[in-house]
T-cell receptor
Framework: AQSVAQPEDQVNVAEGNPLTVKCTYS??????LFWYVQYPNRGLQFLLK??????LVKGSYGFEAEFNKSQTSFHLKKPSALVSDSALYFC??????????????FGKGTRLHILP | DSGVTQTPKHLITATGQRVTLRCSPR?????VYWYQQSLDQGLQFLIH???????AKGNILERFSAQQFPDLHSELNLSSLELGDSALYFC???????????FGNGTRLTVT
């Protein structure tokens, strides 16, 4: 069964500093990996995804993520944080070998606080 | 705007009651996923339908059921409601091959 872990409930970063939000996963086959962001009282918004190809994926709002197969990780990064990046971030995984069990599993989320 | 519509936005009901949450997916999307978001449980996968057929089930209680209709809208039925069912319920649709989900704004269910 597939699973996702976000080891940090909360991450605090000073504005202008680089940020990293961690994610590790477990799947049977090859992973499809996603990052989503949720602002208060809203649905989740897609940021970026890894399906295949280059391990460094670029997404919306200056975010990027690095796929590391050996460490089964897909950490979200941004070189310079903005106060407006403060939100709840979710990592998600879909197993390529999904057969009859086609689901997308989310981590518990990491709350990102960017301090002015 | 994601193009996914969920109704109602808010629902307040009493324990033991039954409610129906509705989701209209983005135009052209055949897949509909349902998730439950509560404070301490993150985003829990409930069920996935593709073009009217159930594709995967998660930790969905027997008191909960869902279906996807020929026009591709989906309904999540919650019965014998308990206080612990209070949560945000999200619907998301996708083009199945790539799996990017487009979320509605959710239905906030409060059971009193």
């Amino acid at each position: 069964a597939q699973s996702v872990a976000q080891p940090e409930d909360q991450v605090n970063v000073a504005e202008g500093n680089p940020l990293t939000v961690k994610c590790t996963y477990s799947v049977s086959g090859n992973p499809y990996l996603f990052w989503y962001v949720q602002y208060p009282n809203r649905g989740l918004q897609f940021l970026l995804k890894y399906i295949t190809g280059d391990n460094l994926v670029k997404g919306s709002y200056g975010f990027e993520a690095e796929f590391n197969k050996s460490q089964t990780s897909f950490h979200l990064k941004k070189p310079s944080a903005l106060v407006s990046d403060s939100a709840l971030y979710f990592c998600a995984v879909r197993d390529e070998w999904r057969n009859r069990d086609d689901k997308i599993i989310f981590g518990k989320g990491t709350r990102l606080h960017i301090l002015p | 705007d994601s193009g996914v519509t969920q109704t109602p936005k808010h629902l307040i009901t009493a324990t033991g009651q039954r409610v129906t949450l509705r989701c209209s997916p983005r135009s052209g999307d055949l897949s509909v996923y349902w998730y439950q978001q509560s404070l301490d449980q993150g985003l829990q996968f409930l069920i996935h339908y593709y073009n009217g057929e159930e594709r995967a089930k998660g930790n969905i209680l027997e008191r909960f059921s869902a279906q996807q209709f020929p026009d591709l809208h989906s309904e999540l039925n919650l019965s014998s409601l308990e206080l612990g069912d209070s949560a945000l319920y999200f619907c998301a649709s996708s083009d199945r091959d790539r799996g990017t989900l487009h979320f509605g704004n959710g239905t906030r269910l409060t059971v009193t």
